[in-house]
């Protein structure tokens, strides 16, 4: 179980493809899946339960923009257009025909899907900065559609109340309920993109972000592809806008506003395009940050500044803190946290002898 | 609805061309750092609200005139544009788009806290010597200060036309755009160039952030301004100058004939959301927009 590697004896294209390199990897995560599962939920507070309920969902979005971003290479501004309308397609859903939660998410999802592959058109004739302005563009026109259509956003404050889910008869209310609801879905996402990227479907969108061009010529079916990834991109946002109008307990345009698809961009980055882990610490990070400046603005900034210009300080200073990392990252570990992590790893892997 | 829709519509559309004309100028901006350096400046309207602070900040908190904040601020904004693309931009050079849109966004973000930490979130004046009166000329009644901004803008545009094409800086700048390695290989300083053109979209920001902080008084909403520039850019095309005064009066125009004739149908703002419809389209006609330069891409 504990050993060293000395080298790369791989045999077979199953064992390169495997989920877990090595075992070490698969104890680590069965690890991890006890503390969250059996420990965390009860030792922590109802404080940090919330946070995690925001963190889980926000890994749902991010390894779905990853999907789009990261692997396919195509960029998107729209997270946020796409989440609101898996949230108000889930609500209008619950409310009107009292749809299980099981129906209803899915539902969201894939109108959001829809949306995406109307959204993703374009995408045959423009690429790179036209691409991301026609998703920014989309990002306002469904926020305005969203706000101005009472039958889509039930009337003038164009926002929904959702009861919360049902499972066999028993209300999941409370953080802790709502955190096994998401840890689920968290789970299933990742296990999910994880898989589509051993796929067929999963290496055709890294061929396309490669260079499309030599990805058309190989023979993959570029149009088609990038529909896919806008698609399940936007299935995933969908589902993240339904699971965070869950979390509320009301869809609100204004949750899902440009920035959150900023944010949501800025997690991919901070954790690294273009794999599943690196997203899961960006949504961490991202989701953290404003809570972590406050934290320490409270506690080290009393010493120096009085409360009232602390509260004031707060917004402004995360803002500042969230645009200056990702300008560092940006320029001096463009691989993000995945690739701080994985030099960890690699340093702890070969341990004693590293030469 | 009014009884002589004519009479409204050339009033609408006389409003639009002004404020067109203010929105080339920040376009002007955005092409600039496009037509030189192939990035994307996603905050453009940032810069503009930035150099609104700095404006109204200069006349209130140390009582300059209205000239000199003028001048101040556009100093202040070459500055910033050099130091900008030393520190930011030239370590992401040759780097994905992706990286530099988003090295944009976050300085955004930057931009937008340290302005409202610094200057406080209230909205602030930047009073010019222009009279309040609204002008008759004819039928159309025009506010003096669109008048101003525009004829400012409308100056400034025809300076920035003549020094692309006759003055020496402008044709090294528009060698650099053209080919990069030829440029470098005919004895142009690349780097020099890439940064005197984020030093101009500094200038430009510094005029756009008086002009429109004088009409909308300057908070974070200013900041806004550079979002509505996206449609005039894309209409117009990203590396075209001339496409950025006509995409600006398109867009002005659109916006203020929709404003005027379909918000009492809907329910108001559409002038947020019919510009980016136009662009849509014109994306999936023609991406490179009227007056840009399609790229042929090759393997």
């Known amino acids: 179980m504990f050993h060293s590697e000395t080298g790369i004896f791989k045999t077979s294209y199953a064992a390169d493809m495997a989920l877990y390199p090595l075992p070490v990897a698969r104890w680590a995560v069965a690890g991890l899946a006890v503390l969250f599962v059996f420990v965390v939920p009860w030792v922590a507070s109802p404080y940090l339960m919330t946070l995690l309920n925001l963190v889980l969902i926000a890994i749902v979005g991010a390894v779905g923009l990853d999907i789009l971003v990261g692997f396919t290479g195509l960029i998107s501004i729209g997270e946020g257009g796409f989440m609101s309308v898996g949230a108000y397609t889930a609500a209008n859903l619950i409310v009107r025909l009292g749809l299980p939660f099981w129906l209803a998410i899915p539902a969201g999802g894939l109108m959001a899907a829809l949306v995406g592959i109307i959204v993703g058109i374009p995408s045959l004739r423009i690429k790179g900065l036209y691409l991301a302005i026609a998703t920014l563009a989309a990002q306002f026109i469904i926020e305005w559609l969203i706000n101005h259509v009472t039958w889509i956003s039930g009337g003038i404050e164009a926002s929904i109340q959702v009861p919360p889910p049902e499972l066999f008869g028993w209300k999941l209310v409370g953080s802790r309920q709502l955190y096994y609801f998401l840890l689920f879905f968290a789970v299933l996402a990742i296990v999910a993109t994880l898989n589509l990227m051993r796929s067929r479907i999963g290496r055709a969108f890294i061929a396309i972000r490669d260079r499309d061009i030599a990805a058309e010529i190989i023979g993959i079916n570029i149009f088609r592809y990038k529909l896919y990834a806008f698609a399940i991109s936007s299935f995933y946002a969908g589902v993240a806008g339904v699971l965070y109008t869950y979390y509320l307990g009301i869809a609100n345009y204004e949750q899902f506003g440009i920035d959150v698809s900023i944010d949501y961009l800025a997690m991919i980055i901070i954790g ?3 794999s599943v882990l690196g997203s ?9 940050l404003p809570e972590a400046t406050r934290l320490f603005l409270t506690d080290f900034g009393s010493i120096v500044f009085s409360a009232d210009t602390i509260r004031r300080l707060v917004p402004n200073l995360t803002l500042i803190l969230f645009g200056g990392l990702i300008i560092f990252f940006l320029i001096v570990e463009p691989e993000g946290l995945n690739r701080l992590w994985r030099n960890v790893r690699n340093y702890f892997r070969v341990w004693p002898f590293s030469y | 609805m009014p009884d002589l829709p004519l ?19 920040v376009a002007l901006g955005f092409v600039l750092i496009y037509k030189a350096t192939d990035a994307i400046n996603f905050a453009q309207g940032e810069f503009v609200m930035f150099a609104g602070f700095l404006a109204a900040g200069a006349i209130h908190l140390a009582g300059a005139p209205w000239w000199a904040s003028a001048l101040l601020t556009i100093a202040a904004m070459i500055g910033f ?70 004829g400012v803008s409308l100056g400034f545009l025809a300076a920035f036309g003549w020094f692309f094409l006759k003055s020496r800086i402008g044709v090294a700048m528009r060698a650099v755009a053209d080919n990069q390695q030829v440029a470098m290989a005919m004895g142009i300083n690349v780097q020099r160039y890439f940064a005197l053109a984020w030093a101009l979209a500094g200038v430009v920001s510094a005029l756009g952030g008086v002009l429109w902080g004088a009409m909308l008084g300057v908070d974070n909403q200013l900041a806004l301004v550079g979002l509505k520039v996206f449609p005039v850019m894309i209409l117009g095309g990203l590396d075209s100058v001339v496409g950025a005064v006509v995409g600006g009066l398109i867009v002005g125009c659109v916006e203020s004939v929709s404003a005027g004739f379909l918000d009492p149908i809907v329910g108001g703002g559409t002038k947020d959301f019919i510009p980016f419809l136009l662009m849509i389209a014109v994306l999936m006609v023609r991406p490179e927009g009227i007056f840009g330069r399609r790229r042929i891409e090759r393997v």
């Open chain 2, 7 to 25: 009479r409204f519509l050339a009033i609408l559309l006389a409003n639009g061309l002004l404020v067109g004309a203010m929105y080339a100028l």
């Open chain 2, 81 to 150: 544009g050099f130091v900008l693309e030393r520190v930011v931009l030239r370590p992401l050079l040759g780097r994905p788009i992706i990286a530099v849109i988003m090295a944009t966004i976050g300085l955004a973000a930057v931009l937008r806290g340290t302005a409202t930490m610094a200057f406080g979130g209230g909205t602030q004046t930047i009073p010019l010597p222009i009279p309040d009166t609204p002008l008759r000329l004819g039928p159309l009644i025009l506010p003096p200060i669109e008048l101003v901004g525009a």
């Open chain 1, 272 to 274: 690294g395009l273009g």
């Open chain 1, 280 to 288: 899961i610490f960006g949504a961490i990070f991202i989701t953290l």
